[in-house]
């Protein structure tokens, strides 16, 4: 799906925010829009939340930020959870002024990836046999299909037309993180091909092609390639023409 | 030098034996079971300064005054040590974010004293890794700096007291039999930016200590205090005041210089012979930004040799000279005779941050020898002035990223291979310098850096000192912030991002064992100490401090 193939972190520490004390009184977010803030948000998300939430706030060991406000969500509910932490979890809580704490919210809600419902070519019913078809057996929606490839239940939510079109058309573009390809040769020969799920220096584990969890020690194994290729085919004008792609975003647009 | 230290070992096995009323083993002591009680042996200076000559006790951060990391234990060898196991862990319950549990426990007489995030601390039996006691500080919610990276390197010792600096930036005395404080000096003002995480580094009547902070409005000093009363005994400031020497280096401005950064907070090395204090200084502030700083910036990124009496500087070097990256020459300086050139040499040595490996005479500062030990994009030598040939200040592609080639994690020297073992990390950043509010109690870092983590490695490597040349490394997955020990059997500890401790032959890298610990290890490297017959071997890692020792015949 369309994450960045590179995560980038960024560190840095901004300039001091201004605003009036009273702004704060009023309730909402006094920042909401303000690029100032934006940028200020970034720079403070960076050096503080990235670690956990990724560079680009959608998520590594922490969750996806970018999808908080898919549901209904108040804004003064995520300063709170910045404010106060969360409670059994690594998410610490934080002293720091207000001010920051709003940029940061500003920040997130700036790369909020909540795409609202479109009139769009395509028609969803059509597209939905396409996936039941084809895409649901590496694909899981609302519990159903397979787990090789992401969860696309709140997928229409989450991503715009242009960028489902892209992961559908070159999925190699950009793999995400626990998707990558890897192929490893064992001791009698054999070959495994599936998704990379962790590694270190001396074991791998991963998510075959069969959908079986597997870990090999890198000491047994005859070779281990990473490919550079998705695990996923590339669906070509020649292989799914824009109709067809039509239907296909406009099913995936309703799973919300 | 090594006779020196062979002296005064000598001197302190018959002090430990004469305090313990023992015989010459005076690790029988340990048999009559760990304890914290009334009648156990004040550590001396003289003990500290004999090293790891005796195998029961661990007294200082890196184990002796010679920063090596380097133990004399020969129980678990390249043979045996695939026998190593787990025999206990300790959860601390208390943890950081994004950085790690970075102590090195000291261990007297079968009890661990350990320093833990948040400015935690315990008495642990080293048997079974149960507290004693625990100190817990009550810091202010108003932390600055000591929010942001809330973590401590260790404990130092000396007579019955423990010595730690806190995130509020203050020096505390601890009595080792309860935890109880006895005294509790500040260091500087914690609102400004001020905090301290380095394990003291204890002299004859002097505790030594840096101050952490230089992302902050801040300006870095090496303190000495009294362990008895807690006075301040002297100073240095590692930026000048205004018209001191090296105050050339930086603009006429007393505001510049009073916020100019060089924090000091990697536990530095001594030469008791020469009565030198070896100790590494930070960034200068703002961190990325150096438009309002143009000059050299001493002593910021530099080593200091500072008279141990006084505090005033004998000489220094500055590795990385205006840095405009983050690269903070704060390292365990690592002293050493070599032979070199065809005479002995007093040598300190170190691995920068900004991916040189340097040896320095430690006498006089006489640069030897500087060379790359990571394939940086930074600089390609250094030259006969001693500064760095400069070929990609970010223009021509990527640099190492701010947390540099290597880090304040400890590296170790064998002596008797006569290797170097560095954690080095290969990363690739770019930095997008922008004007700083420069505020005080705020951060200041003056941009951003973007790093790209999937171009990023790790690896353990062997540097031959006389030639900075990489004898062998061994990759990890991801760039890595653990520490390395060695001991005299020539084996290699170290561990990685993934949560591996690992062991390796020193001479080849072979990798030997490897333990998964279930969280990173982040920042410490590993001591040994004897008990009761079994070498332990010990690495804090994620919130927990593990306990290793060989599995005993029949229970394999």
């Given at each position: 799906m369309p994450m960045t193939r590179r995560r980038w972190t960024c560190v840095l520490v901004a300039a001091a925010l201004v605003a009036p004390a009273s702004a704060f009184a009023q309730g909402g977010n006094p920042y909401e829009g303000d690029p100032a803030a934006i940028r200020a948000g970034r720079a403070l998300f960076a050096n503080r939340c990235a670690e956990c939430h990724g560079a680009n706030a959608r998520g590594l060991n922490g969750p996806d930020l970018t999808v908080l406000w898919a549901r209904p969500v108040r804004d003064e509910r995520v300063f709170a959870t910045i404010r106060g932490g969360v409670s059994g979890s690594v998410m610490p809580a934080s002293s720091a002024p207000d001010q920051e704490l709003w940029a940061i919210v500003a920040y997130l809600k700036s790369v909020s990836t909540v795409s609202a419902a479109v009139d769009a070519p395509g028609d969803a019913a059509r597209g939905?046999?396409?996936?039941?078809?084809?895409?649901?057996?590496?694909?899981?929606?609302a519990g159903e299909g397979g787990t090789m490839g992401p969860d696309l239940s709140n997928i229409g939510r989450v991503r715009t037309r242009e960028q489902l079109t892209r992961s559908i058309r070159e999925p190699s573009a950009s793999v995400a993180a626990g998707f990558r390809a890897v192929t490893l040769t064992l001791p009698d020969g054999g070959q495994v091909r599936g998704a990379t799920k962790s590694e270190d220096a001396f074991s791998i584990q991963v998510v075959d092609t069969r959908g079986r969890l597997q870990g090999y020690s890198k000491a047994d194994l005859r070779e281990l390639v990473r490919e550079e290729r998705s695990l996923m085919p590339a669906f070509a004008e020649d292989r799914l023409n824009q109709a067809a792609l039509d239907d296909l975003l406009a099913y995936l647009g309703t799973l919300r | 030098m090594n006779d020196e230290f062979a002296r005064s070992r000598a001197v302190c096995v018959a002090l430990t034996a004469a305090t313990l009323g023992l015989g010459p083993a005076g690790a029988s002591a340990q048999t009559s079971g760990p304890g914290?009680?009334?009648?156990?042996?004040?550590?001396?200076?003289?003990?500290?300064?004999a090293?790891?000559?005796?195998?029961?006790?661990w007294l200082t951060y890196s184990g002796d005054y010679s920063g090596r990391r380097h133990s004399p234990l020969t129980q678990i060898t390249p043979d045996n040590v695939r026998r190593l196991v787990p025999i206990w862990t300790f959860q601390t319950g208390t943890e950081t974010r994004g950085r790690g549990f970075e102590t090195t426990p000291l261990v007297v007489d079968g009890v661990l004293y350990v320093t833990g995030s948040n400015n935690f601390a315990w008495a642990l039996d080293?048997?079974?890794?149960?507290?004693?006691?625990?100190?817990?500080?009550?810091?202010?919610?108003?932390?600055?700096y000591g929010s942001s990276a809330p973590v401590n390197r260790g404990f130092g010792i000396l007579g019955d007291r423990l010595f730690m600096v806190t995130l509020?930036?203050?020096?505390?005395?601890?009595?080792?039999?309860?935890?109880?404080?006895?005294?509790?000096?500040?260091?500087?003002?914690?609102?400004?930016?001020?905090?301290?995480?380095v394990a003291p580094l204890v002299l004859d009547g002097k505790v030594i200590v840096g101050n952490s902070g230089g992302e902050y409005t801040t300006r870095g000093f090496i303190d000495a205090y009294d362990p008895e009363t807690g006075a301040r005994l002297w100073r240095f400031h590692t930026i000048p005041g205004p018209g001191e020497p090296g105050s050339e280096t930086w603009p006429d401005d007393p505001e510049i210089?009073?916020?100019?950064?060089?924090?000091?907070?990697?536990?530095?090395?001594?030469?008791?012979?020469?009565?030198?204090?070896?100790?590494?200084?930070?960034?200068?502030?703002?961190?990325?930004?150096?438009?309002?700083?143009?000059g050299d910036n001493l002593y910021s990124n530099s080593l200091v040799a500072l008279d141990a009496e006084t505090g005033t500087l004998r000489w220094h070097y500055q590795f990385t000279p205006h840095d405009l990256h983050d690269w903070d020459s704060n390292h365990v300086p690592v002293l050493a005779d070599l032979e070199w050139r065809g005479r002995l040499r007093q040598v300190v040595?170190?691995?920068?941050?900004?991916?040189?490996?340097?040896?320095?005479?430690r006498v006089t500062g006489e640069l030897l020898l500087g060379k790359p030990f990571t394939d940086t994009t930074w600089a390609r030598e250094i030259g006969a002035d001693g500064r760095p040939i400069v070929v990609n200040d970010g223009g021509l592609g990527c640099l190492p990223d701010q947390w540099g080639g290597t880090n304040f994690y400890p590296p170790s020297f064998d002596p008797a291979l006569e290797l170097f073992y560095v954690t080095a990390r290969e990363t690739c950043a770019t930095y997008v310098p922008e004007a700083p509010a420069s505020t005080p109690g705020r951060p200041n870092m003056g941009g951003v850096v973007w790093t790209d983590q999937e171009a990023g490695y790790g690896a353990l490597r062997a540097l031959d000192p006389r030639t900075g040349q990489r004898v062998w490394e061994f990759r990890y997955p991801t760039p890595t912030f653990a520490g390395v020990m060695t001991t005299a059997t020539g084996l290699v500890f170290a561990g990685d991002h993934q949560g591996n401790f690992i062991a390796f032959e020193g001479a080849t890298g072979r990798n030997l064992w490897h333990y998964q610990t279930g969280s990173r290890i982040w920042g410490p490297g590993a001591m040994t100490h004897m008990l009761d017959g079994r070498q332990h071997v010990l690495i804090p890692s994620g919130a927990t401090l593990v306990a290793f020792a060989l599995l005993e015949d029949g229970q394999e």
């Open positions: 939905r046999e396409m996936f039941t078809a084809t895409c649901v057996r590496c694909h899981r929606v | 914290v009680g009334g009648d156990l042996a004040s550590v001396t200076y003289e003990q500290i300064r090293g790891l000559s005796d195998p029961t006790r080293a048997r079974t890794g149960r507290p004693f006691w625990q100190y817990r500080r009550d810091l202010p919610e108003d932390l600055t509020d930036a203050h020096l505390l005395a601890l009595d080792r039999r309860t935890g109880g404080v006895l005294w509790d000096v500040e260091l500087a003002d914690y609102k400004v930016g001020y905090a301290a995480t210089l009073a916020s100019g950064g060089g924090a000091t907070w990697m536990t530095g090395t001594y030469d008791p012979d020469l009565d030198l204090i070896y100790w590494g200084t930070g960034n200068p502030n703002p961190d990325y930004y150096g438009d309002l700083r143009p040595m170190l691995a920068n941050r900004n991916g040189f490996f340097y040896v320095l005479d």
